[in-house]
């Protein structure tokens, strides 16, 4: 199995970007650490490949989220990216089983519902950028369609798929996003709308052996490739900062801890690590405070 990838093209004349990625691996991962069900690893899946592909149009030390925030039952969706590939997610209710929808295909709109979709960049220098839009399908690349028409006045064609096995591993995942630019003519937009619509899914690609490079010669054939960046899980948190959340209780609730319990688990909602903090560390935490 190849690696995971993201790769950034530009079509000669400048006015059309693609981003194709694939994720199977890092999906794997997300799967193995949250244990997610079929549906609710689709959900997840799709969103954590849009937004890895969305941060290779970050610079330096910027991140975003991603929040899809549906009524649906598998809750919010969050995931975070940075511009070197790493990526990191979860979904508040992994354990959700919905029958197929009428194509036959995990029913991620049914399990998502309807809502909101949130983008937060975090330029640094305390400049942070958000967008939202309604969630139109649940789906996801639908939803990010929309998103990146209303949100950030840019017409797109997204596509993302997770295909998940009987053992619910993910077979393959990648996705898609060609975006047209400043300056594009009706000849981009004719040839973007051709392009896209004569791509099979993601998923039969993928499951066919087709890389993240070749879903970029299915969508644009004669673009350049501006980057190609490695994917990968990657999670933030450490012991130090679940400390400074548990601090974060106060005395009482600390006191109380360590009377009922004699110390503290806190657990990382995005990789799902787990910190324990046994009675003598929570009473350092009450000295300090
Ligand atoms: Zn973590």
Same mark, same amino acid.
């Given at each position: ?12 004349? &400048? ?10 691996? %890092?999906?794997?991962? @997300? ?24 941060? %290779? ?41 919905? #029958?197929?929808?009428? %194509?036959?295909? @995990? ?30 399908? &649940? ?15 840019? #017409? ?25 630019? #400043? &300056? ?46 490695? %994917? ?56 300090? &405070?």
């Amino acid at each position: 199995m190849g690696e995971d990838v993201a790769i950034r093209a530009l079509t000669e004349s &400048g006015t059309v970007r693609a981003l194709t990625c694939v994720t199977t691996q %890092l999906v794997n991962e @997300l799967q193995e650490r949250h244990q997610t069900w079929p549906v609710a690893t689709a959900a997840l899946g799709r969103t954590a490949s849009i937004a890895a592909m969305m941060g %290779l149009l970050l610079k330096g030390e910027e991140r975003l989220t991603v929040q899809v925030k549906g009524d649906g039952p598998i809750g919010s969706i969050v995931v975070d990216a940075d511009a070197v590939g790493h990526v990191r997610g979860y979904v508040d209710h992994p354990h959700i089983h919905l #029958p197929s929808n009428a %194509l036959g295909k @995990l029913d991620v709109g049914g399990a998502v519902g309807s809502g909101l979709l949130h983008v937060m960049r975090d330029l640094g220098m305390r400049d942070v950028y958000r967008g939202s839009s309604e969630l139109q399908t &649940g789906e996801i690349a639908d939803d990010f369609t929309y998103y990146f028409a209303v949100s950030e006045q840019t #017409p797109s064609a997204v596509g993302a798929g997770v295909l998940v096995g009987t053992d619910n591993r993910v077979i393959v995942s990648g996705g898609f996003i060609v975006q047209l630019l #400043p &300056g594009h003519t009706e000849e981009d937009v004719r040839m973007v709308e051709e392009r896209v619509a004569a791509v099979p899914s993601v998923t039969d690609l993928l499951v066919n052996g087709v890389d993240a490079e070749g879903l970029l010669t299915c969508l644009l054939p004669d673009a350049r490739v501006l980057g190609v960046q490695p %994917l990968s899980f990657q999670c933030l948190c450490s012991r130090e900062r679940l400390a400074a959340v548990i601090e974060s209780l106060g005395p009482a609730e600390i006191e109380g801890l360590i009377a009922e319990q004699g110390g503290a688990e806190a657990v990382c909602h995005f990789c799902n690590e787990r910190y324990n903090f046994d009675a003598d560390e929570l009473r350092a935490m009450l000295h300090r &405070g």
